[in-house]
């Protein structure tokens, strides 16, 4: 307990720890709403790349959660400044949804593709794996070419499944990925959960340090490895 009372800052996952669909868990609405009272800040952290920063607002404040802009961080956002820092300029392939797409584009990425996964480039030099709930064949077929003539494999996430409600799941990034590595040879770069370097970004931005900030989850392996 002394632990968490000493915690500035609280990463709290979104998909099966606050909410499962629609369906919001009991005091999670009002756990969220007593974080300014207690002088503690929160950032709502997730894995899913599947859609965008603007989406997950739109999202938390109709399930009835407290959410400015700044309480938002997604693997998505993530890639977006890793590839900037990692790869600036570099020409990418992006196997993600729409909104994957336009997040990426939004931190100025040089993406060969379209939306829907159209490309006429026969190289590049980075293939970037979402979580791709809008995955057609196309799609695998170009991120193999491109993995096995060199280019350079960048995943969002490494969860196997996405949880959904009556029990059921989605395969998620980590499993799309395990094809891609099977077919190419390539093993994937994965910048969300338990990568550190989504919460170093966080802490980078708000300034507090490492020590203080708990990661809340429902997930051994991408929550709690943080």
């Not at 997950?56 to 959660?65: A, C, P, S």
Request: charged content about 25%; proline content about 4%.
């Amino acid at each position: 307990m002394d632990k968490l009372k000493n915690c500035e800052l609280f990463l709290f996952d979104m998909d099966g720890t606050l909410y499962l669909g629609d369906d919001v868990y009991e005091g999670a609405r009002e756990l969220m709403s007593d974080f300014p009272r207690m002088g503690k800040q929160y950032i709502y952290l997730t894995n899913n790349s599947s859609r965008a920063g603007e989406d997950y607002i739109t999202r938390l404040r109709r399930l009835g959660f407290p959410c400015e802009r700044e309480n938002v961080f997604t693997s998505g956002m993530a890639t977006g400044m890793y590839l900037n820092q990692r790869y600036p300029g570099a020409s990418v392939y992006i196997a993600g949804t729409k909104a994957f797409h336009r997040e990426l584009k939004s931190y100025g990425i040089h993406l060969v593709n379209d939306e829907l996964g159209h490309t006429d480039a026969d190289t590049v030099d980075v293939v970037v794996q979402g979580f791709d709930t809008e995955l057609v064949y196309e799609k695998l077929e170009r991120a193999c070419h491109f993995l096995r003539r060199g280019a350079a494999f960048i995943a969002a996430n490494p969860d196997w499944v996405c949880p959904m409600p009556a029990d059921e799941v989605l395969p998620d990034c980590g499993s799309i990925c395990a094809l891609l590595t099977a077919s190419s040879g390539k093993e994937p770069t994965y910048i969300g959960k338990p990568n550190r370097n989504m919460v170093d970004v966080i802490s980078a931005m708000t300034g507090i340090p490492n020590e203080k900030i708990c990661c809340v989850g429902d997930r051994l392996y991408t929550d709690i490895a943080v």
